[in-house]
């Protein structure tokens, strides 16, 4: 994405193109930035910078992006720019849709918590955090959507709250293996050492996944015939 935009210095206006790219560094949605503030940054020893902040549509934070002034063009009133680098130059927030966010809000916080560990390098750990994760859209989906009694739930192992009380195929299939996957990022043997945080990862969008189709489908139900 080019953002065109008028830059001053000294009273003077000159045009520059800031090229960034089309996903947003935080929630990595593929939006159209808005250019919220830029300045140059004259630096005795070093090349100019040119700092800009953008705001992302869809998750709403601001990012960062510094770039490097390649080249003036004094007579067309031109600066030419270069992207260094966004802040922050990972991916920090995973979007839920609604409704996941409604049946289990402490989902989504443990799920972002373990994947900026993961985002930090800290790979030995992040693996529970996603087990944690799990835990919570399981125990609250059967909570919040199948009326299960809740200190029954909130006390019951997660292998036994997934094999006895999910009734859903698709859910049980895909949550008793990350449930394996989880436990194995926290304990001290590895049942599953071929298997990444990855598949986990993907597991758990699976589960957000069916669970998301569910309740669309339990709405739907609720429309009844003219
Ligand atoms: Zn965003």
Redesign the pocket.
């Known amino acids: 994405m080019i953002l065109d935009t008028d830059i001053y210095f000294k009273s003077n206006s000159y045009n520059t193109s800031l090229e960034i790219p089309d996903n947003?560094p935080?929630?990595?949605?593929k939006?159209q930035a808005q250019l919220t503030s830029k300045d140059f940054v004259f630096r005795p020893h070093k090349h100019a910078q040119l700092i800009a902040s953008f705001l992302?549509p869809?998750?709403?934070?601001l990012y960062m992006g510094r770039f490097s002034v390649t080249q003036y063009i004094e007579d067309k009133r031109q600066v030419i720019v270069e992207l260094e680098c966004l802040y922050p130059t990972t991916n920090g927030?995973k979007l839920f849709n609604e409704e996941i966010s409604k049946i289990s809000p402490m989902f989504s916080q443990i799920y972002n918590d373990a994947l900026n560990a993961e985002n930090q390098g800290l790979i030995t750990i992040c693996g529970m955090g996603y087990r944690k994760a799990v835990e919570f859209i399981i125990k609250d989906y059967l909570i919040n959507c199948k009326n299960e009694d809740a200190e029954l739930i909130k006390k019951l192992e997660l292998g036994r709250c997934i094999n006895e009380k999910i009734q859903d195929g698709n859910i049980k299939l895909v949550a008793s293996r990350c449930a394996w996957l989880g436990n194995d990022q926290s304990h001290y043997f590895n049942k599953h050492p071929e298997v990444g945080i990855d598949i986990l990862k993907k597991l758990i969008d699976a589960i957000v996944y069916w669970i998301h189709i569910e309740s669309i489908k339990d709405e739907a139900l609720l429309i009844s015939k003219a």
């Open positions: 947003c935080v929630c990595d949605g939006m992302c869809i998750c709403e934070e927030i």
